[in-house]
């Protein structure tokens, strides 16, 4: 039905930078919005940053000034640049795809989520 793929997640020093895509595919009636969440151990999930289909953003407060996220409507894929990366960044980053229901509201879709380690 619909599948998201996730890459970019990887091993990096703190201070350096990361670079996370996600493209959807299958049958997609109409995209609502398009973001990234993140879990550590011992965490709940929490949202990272976020993007509608008007271009509107909202980032956690940890991440402002350092994440930007973007999007490319024409291939259904959405970005997450990640610079100046600090060890509490690390985490399992999840894609997340909200879909628009044909009879009202709205589905979730979840990417299987790709691991991003910073070193001190």
């Known amino acids: 039905q619909v599948q998201l793929v996730e890459s970019g997640g990887g091993l990096v020093q703190a201070g350096g930078s990361l670079r996370l895509s996600c493209a959807a595919s299958?049958?997609?009636?109409?995209?609502?919005?398009m973001g990234w969440y993140r879990q550590a151990p011992g965490k709940q999930r929490e949202l990272v940053a976020s993007i509608t289909t008007g271009d509107s953003t909202n980032y956690a407060d940890s991440v402002k000034g350092r994440f930007t996220i973007s999007r490319d409507n024409a291939k259904n894929t959405v970005y997450l640049q990640m610079n100046s990366l600090k060890p509490e960044d690390t985490a399992v980053y999840y894609c997340n795809l909200k879909v628009r229901r044909l009879r009202g509201g709205e589905n979730d879709y979840w990417g299987q989520g790709t691991q991003v380690t910073v070193s001190s």
């Open positions: 299958g049958s997609i009636r109409s995209i609502n919005s």
